[in-house]
């Protein structure tokens, strides 16, 4: 289990996220709902070590709090970044192989297929000559590949076209049947409806959480801007 | 013209060419097109046909070398040109001078070898003609030693006719850079391309500066500048990437990035002037440490900080 524990994240000397207390579980998709500035994406920072915090992060049984970035990679805690990075001179082969646990080009070609992309992508740089739907899904096959216990994607959907969509849920499903737990930032109500638990968060806490569906409803149909 | 090897060369031969034989397996056993030098001696020559490779040795020890691409015709083999100093002092000034004829392909690749470097000086001056419609590439791969004293002042002005196209590229393959000090002066002419790219890694006391000055005289003529410039410890960088736009529709790009760490400073100027309103000239450049959202991404994979800067770096001078 992933659990947060009088979680707190610090900005610009403000506070965004508010002492939140959470848990996830592994082989679940766990969705995390909010509006713009409900403090999703600075948690989920927080979680992965890139902004400092307060609280506690406890990784099966590990407090993990005072981890680097790395460190917490190593025990099995990563993320798809919401606008991911773009490497000069950085081919998406030498990419996945990185990011990939056994180092296997097979695995590399099976992970480039699931999110529906062709071969021929994986001699490409990972620079401006990648499309931004197609940077996330590369982004979403490293992850696949790393063979996390707990993932948090920070809207992978985002900006993937209608078509590519069924290829995002599947492997998203696919890293849950792995074992990992997924943490699912999302705004879409097709990748809502993957989850098993979801929890709302505004003004950076968490207001509810519960069935995915019923969440939704209450996320839709508050009168406020949570 | 020299194709057949003095004995008396081939161990000198043997020794610069094993530094890029996993490059260029054929080099070894003679099939090479192109020159091997040493100092100022030149151990082998060969000229695929439709080209011409003559050279001369000047009383200051320079040595002259002309090469001449007849018209029309289309090399597919890169052209091997090999300019080294085995020795551990030395200094080697090298006038070059390349004719590409109306409508020729060609590819050179320029290895420039001092392993054993106490104090080098290379001096390069060279003089291109791209007659129109020729397209030329050069690749210029430096080899050095890890420690010592060398100086390189490569240099050189250029002349791209109408339709033609330049691509140059120039890389540190391995060791210190020394005190570069590279300034190449291109003129576009009517729908005429240039890409220049400069990557180098700059170390200890290394200091490196690259002028690269591209004036797009032609209408519709195209010019880019692209340098990545990776300074370390004590090291300086200066670079100065300039595109004039004189011809109609004329278009040119400035790209420039240096990394910076440790105590090394780097300076970079990109200029871009627009003498004709119907030009468009733009730039960027950004000096500072690595990326961060690159670095956190890789650490995230799982890569420790080092080990995610390597990779970073790599990818820039690649």
Redesign the interface.
């Known amino acids: 289990m992933l659990s947060l524990k009088k979680f707190k994240v610090m900005r610009g000397g403000k506070e965004i996220v508010k002492g939140i207390d959470c848990d996830f579980h592994r082989g679940q998709i766990h969705v995390i709902l909010g509006a713009n500035g409900s403090g999703k994406t600075t948690m989920a920072n927080g979680m992965i070590g890139i902004y400092p915090s307060q609280g506690k992060v406890i990784l099966d049984g590990v407090d993990i709090s005072d981890f680097t970035i790395y460190n917490r990679a190593k025990m099995g805690l990563t993320i798809a970044f919401q606008e991911p990075a773009r490497f000069e001179g950085l081919t998406v082969k030498d990419y996945l192989l990185i990011s990939s646990k056994d180092k296997s080009i097979h695995d590399v070609e099976s992970a480039l297929k699931m999110v529906g992309l062709p071969k021929h992508i994986l001699y490409q740089e990972m620079d401006e000559s990648l499309s931004g739907g197609e940077r996330k899904r590369v982004e979403l096959a490293a992850v696949y590949l790393m063979k996390p216990k707990y993932a948090i994607l920070d809207e992978p959907d985002s900006g993937i076209d209608v078509r590519s969509f069924r290829k995002i849920a599947d492997i998203i499903l696919a890293l849950r049947d792995s074992g990992a737990g997924v943490i699912l930032i999302t705004h879409s109500q097709e990748m809502i409806s993957l989850g098993d638990v979801a929890t709302i968060m505004a003004d950076g806490r968490i207001v509810g959480r519960g069935d995915p569906t019923e969440i939704r409803e209450l996320f839709l149909n508050s009168p406020c801007p949570i | 013209m020299k194709d057949v090897m003095d004995e008396k060369y081939k161990k000198e031969y043997e020794t610069l060419i094993r530094y890029i034989e996993s490059d260029y397996p054929e080099s070894l056993d003679g099939r090479f097109a192109g020159m091997v030098v040493n100092s100022n001696r030149v151990l082998f020559a060969n000229s695929p046909e439709g080209i011409k490779v003559k050279w001369i040795i000047l009383e200051d020890n320079a040595l002259n070398v002309n090469i001449r691409v007849d018209p029309g015709i289309r090399i597919d083999t890169p052209v091997h040109l090999c300019f080294g100093i085995l020795n551990k002092i030395g200094k080697q000034k090298i006038n070059m001078d390349i004719e590409v004829g109306k409508d020729s392909v060609v590819k050179f690749v320029s290895h420039c070898i001092f392993p054993n470097s106490v104090d080098i000086s290379h001096l390069m001056d060279a003089r291109i003609h791209l007659h129109p419609g020729a397209r030329m590439e050069y690749h210029e791969v430096h080899i050095h030693g890890k420690s010592g004293h060398i100086t390189l002042v490569p240099s050189g002005k250029v002349r791209v006719d109408a339709g033609a196209e330049f691509k140059s590229y120039f890389t540190l393959k391995s060791g210190i850079a020394g005190d570069v000090d590279i300034d190449y002066e291109i003129s576009i002419y009517d729908d005429a391309v240039c890409f220049l790219e400069s990557k180098i890694h700059g170390r200890e006391k290394d200091k490196i500066k690259i002028k690269e000055s591209v004036f797009l005289k032609g209408n519709n003529s195209k010019g880019i500048i692209k340098t ?1 410039v990776v300074l370390r410890d004590y090291s300086f960088g200066d670079i100065t990437g300039e595109i004039i736009g004189e011809g109609d529709n004329s278009k040119g790009h400035v790209d420039c990035m240096e990394v910076v760490f440790d105590n090394a400073v780097a300076k970079a100027s990109p200029i871009v002037f627009a003498k004709n309103p119907k030009s468009k000239v733009t730039h960027e450049a950004a000096i500072g440490s690595i ?1 961060r ?2 670095l ?10 080092e080990e995610a800067i390597d ?2 770096v ?5």
């Not at chain 2, 790599?314 to 690649?318: A, I, K, P, T």
């Open positions: 990545r990326d959202k690159q956190i991404t890789l650490m995230a994979r799982g890569l420790s900080e990779i970073i790599g990818g820039l001078l690649r």
